[in-house]
């Protein structure tokens, strides 16, 4: 009371036993500092490679000690390194004990390799800041992964991504690094980001430039759970959403239609009634495992009410000359009654939609359909709104919309027009999907190169942009996550990055066009050896005192 804050974290007198000591197998640790100190969440902040049994381990701060009692063996002739991060601080302020790490060997002597390098998401996040991402070495001869267990070498990268790992045994390893958000010291295969060094380390010197991207990617088995008959109809239950399927049956497209909600494939028959069919299926998930399967399905006479009928729009977006809807059914339509489809721009202007601006995007499912219509430049109004009135539409159990769908839409003049955007993608691969979006991510239009690497965007709105180029190495116009168990890293994603602002937004003027703009690859995950931070590449004076060396820094230049 009345004393200057306390802003001084707590200082480490000594250990018991002494750091980098050799030739013992303690059953507790001790360490001592100048102050009284607490936990912090030490089975989430403590560090200690190679892995041990965490579980068996007390944590306990009392006065000014910290002790760590084991309750277990310890490998023979083995280097254990405990890094403390920010685990004890002082118990008035909270201020963490800087760098603390206690070093020991079971044998006669310290393993001391290191590794280096970066991780980075190849999609970028609203915050760049690298929070709970662990980095993790596993033994040539381990059964186990970043999925099934903690690693046997593990340490955490630090706010922008970089990661050390240090007293490594000299041997061959796996590489791997995930966001471990739930503290469990290894990945979930279905929501965490990961990411993997797809060839075997031979860590026999110290080695500076791994570079690791991670990503989302739900690895789980693609299977059928379930198929069964519901109401009317018949329904297949899947183990997760696939990212396309089909339908095979000689009935398909006239008959038998299907649509797709989340993991549920539903199957309806305009004819079969109280009677089974062999049906064919083929499907695919967002990481490329495939399944091919047969099956009967049996549509039985049912009371059950069939659901309503629902329609939605892209409404909101805009438009140069030709007006764009997408409308997507949660059922298949089998009937379009043009006499109540329009475009209305005032009290009484009316523009009919005939059937050649109507169209489905798949003509075996009928869940989606575009409409595409060129608005007149006599005519000078801002908003158009798409009208589909009552009973306009009819789905495959005969239900027609109880509600009439009324979406809107802005054409924008040309004083709000920019000349476009062009420029390349620098790169020899191809094709490539040139996106450009908007402020919140969301596509605003693409481009599908195969045979160039030159792209170009014309009188679009003046806004605020952002550009990024897939390179589609399996040409299914559409980015692929990486699959750790076929060994596959992500196809590559290049953002357009301002050099100078190290954003990835740009201004597009009204009346202006921007030419030249390049997306450049910055680094793939790999090893990329920087000898800069290796002192054994480097002369020193003798006497120079080298205390660390900086973890690699790497350019945020238009990024990969």
């Known amino acids: 009371m009345g004393g200057p804050k306390d802003e001084d974290p707590p200082v480490l007198l000594n250990t018991d036993p002494e750091n980098n000591q050799t030739n013992l197998s303690p059953d507790q640790l001790n360490l001592f500092f100048n102050e009284f100190v607490a936990l912090d969440n030490p089975t989430k902040q403590i560090i200690i490679t190679p892995k041990i049994q965490t579980d068996e381990v007390e944590f306990l701060a009392n006065k000014n000690r910290v002790n760590i009692k084991l309750n277990q063996e310890l490998e023979e002739n083995t280097t254990y390194v405990f890094n403390f991060q920010k685990s004890i601080q002082d118990i008035t302020e909270k201020n963490p004990a800087e760098n603390i790490k206690l070093v020991f060997s079971t044998g006669s002597y310290i393993d001391s390799l290191t590794i280096t390098g970066k991780i980075a998401y190849i ?15 596993y033994q040539e001869t381990d059964t186990t992964d970043l999925f099934t267990a903690a690693p046997y070498y593990i340490a955490q990268a630090d706010s922008a991504g970089n990661f050390e790992i240090t007293n490594i045994k000299a041997g061959k390893f796996k590489l791997y690094a995930w966001h471990d958000e739930n503290n469990s010291l290894k990945a979930e295969y279905r929501s965490e980001a990961h990411g993997y060094y797809s060839e075997l380390i031979d860590i026999q010197q110290n080695m500076y430039g791994f570079h690791i991207n991670i990503f989302k990617a739900d690895i789980s088995d693609l299977k059928v759970n379930r198929a069964s008959t519901a109401g009317n109809n018949f329904d297949i239950v899947l183990s997760k959403p696939p990212i396309s399927y089909d339908v095979i049956h000689p009935d398909t497209g006239t008959k038998l239609f299907a649509r797709l909600n989340d993991r549920t494939i539903r199957l309806y028959h305009t004819e079969i009634q109280n009677d089974s069919t062999e049906i064919s299926l083929s499907l695919r998930d967002s990481v490329g495992f495939a399944i091919d399967t047969t099956f009967y399905a049996k549509f039985e006479e049912s009371e059950r009410r069939p659901e309503d009928l629902e329609i939605k729009a892209n409404s909101g977006l805009n438009f140069v000359k030709t007006l764009r809807a997408e409308l997507t059914f949660n059922k298949p339509i089998i009937k379009v009654n043009f006499d109540s489809l329009m475009i209305k721009y005032d009290t009484a202007g009316r ?12 003509s075996s499912k009928f869940t989606q359909a575009i409409i595409e219509i060129q608005i007149p430049d006599s005519l000078n109004f801002e908003t158009y709104q798409v009208y589909l009135g009552d009973s306009s539409v009819i789905d495959i159990e005969g239900i027609p919309n109880k509600e009439k769908l009324e979406a809107n839409y802005k ?13 390349s993608v620098d790169t020899d691969e191809s094709p490539i999907l040139i996106q450009l979006l908007n402020k919140k991510d969301e596509l605003v239009q693409e481009l599908y190169l195969e045979n160039t690497t030159i792209f170009e965007f014309t009188k679009i709105e003046a806004t605020d942009y952002k550009l990024r180029a897939i390179i589609d190495r399996n040409k299914n116009r559409r980015w692929d996550p990486g699959n750790f168990r076929q060994n596959t890293q992500p196809e590559p994603i290049y953002y357009f990055v301002d050099q100078e602002t190290g954003s990835q937004e740009f201004i597009l003027r009204a009346g202006w066009t921007l030419t030249d703009i390049v997306l450049e690859k910055r680094l793939d995950t790999g090893y990329f050896p920087d000898s800069s931070k290796d002192p054994s590449s480097q002369e020193f004076d003798q006497t120079d005192e080298i205390d660390s060396f900086e973890i690699p820094e790497f350019d945020i230049h238009p990024t990969q």
Request: aromatic content about 8%.
């Open 123 to 137: 999609q970028p996040t609203k915050n760049e800041e690298m929070k709970d991402i662990l980095v993790g070495l």
């Open 411 to 423: 054409k924008l003049k040309q004083d709000r027009l920019a000349d476009g955007i062009s420029g």
């Open 351 to 362: 523009i009919p939609i005939e059937p050649y601006h109507f169209h489905f995007t798949d």
